[in-house]
């Protein structure tokens, strides 16, 4: 089935410890991105990237690292969470940007206390 | 910069009533249209997109028709069902894709 797999699902961590949420297609997609979703402001575009080896920043950037090594993975990765991003986060791959929509995977709910 | 604008929610209507959720956009170019769908607990699933003017999108019983000269892309369906209580995204692609905020429906039995 194609699918993007995000894990975990659910995540409750502290202030200041580092995590990774991971991020699979098995579609063969060029384009991959993070967003996060939060109530009354909608979906906001952390990172995108367009290839292996080509990744960059979207609209909320800060505090997050992405890296591309593989087309099938995009883990998204928070070096020292802070409360602020408590959030519903969702990946999503596309054959080519925009004119195709995306694939989203199930996202994931982390909590940082 | 290129934008969505969709009404806000919640909109709450009665089992069999007829749907209209409102979308206009701003962008330069011609992008393509597209509605996602969220239910509760899920991602965002594609619902229907169009690619160019005056194309129809239709999908599970949802139409939205490409409308170049109002800039819209309104979500309809004749007759909604419980089963549709989600949250509808419309959404524009160009250099990217940029979604409105969202519209969460309830339908009532």
């Known amino acids: 089935e194609a699918q993007v797999t995000q894990n975990p699902r659910y995540l409750i961590t502290v202030t200041g410890k580092k995590l990774t949420v991971t991020c699979s297609q098995n579609m063969n997609h060029e384009y991959m991105s993070w967003y996060r979703q939060d109530p009354g402001l909608g979906l906001r575009q952390i990172y995108y990237s367009m290839n292996v080896e080509v990744t960059d920043k979207g609209d909320v950037p800060e505090g997050y690292k992405v890296s591309r090594k593989e087309k099938r993975n995009f883990p998204l990765i928070l070096e020292s969470p802070s409360p602020n991003q408590t959030s519903l986060y969702f990946c999503a791959s596309s054959p080519q940007d925009s004119e195709y929509g995306y694939t989203f995977g199930s996202g994931t709910r982390l909590t940082v206390v | 910069g290129n934008s969505v604008t969709q009404m806000e929610g919640p909109v709450t209507l009665s089992e069999e009533a007829f749907l209209t959720i409102n979308c206009t956009y701003t962008?330069?170019?011609?992008?393509?249209l597209f509605w996602y769908v969220q239910y509760p607990g899920e991602g965002l699933q594609l619902l229907l997109k169009a690619t160019k003017a005056d194309d129809k999108g239709s999908n599970k019983g949802f139409e939205a028709t490409y409308r170049k000269e109002t800039t819209s892309f309104h979500l309809e369906k004749g007759s909604v069902q419980v089963s549709d209580s989600a949250v509808y995204f419309c959404?524009?692609?160009?250099?990217?894709?940029?979604f409105g905020k969202g519209t969460r429906l309830h339908i009532l039995p």
């Open positions: 959404a524009l692609g160009y250099d990217k894709i940029i």
């Open positions: 962008a330069t170019g011609y992008p393509s």
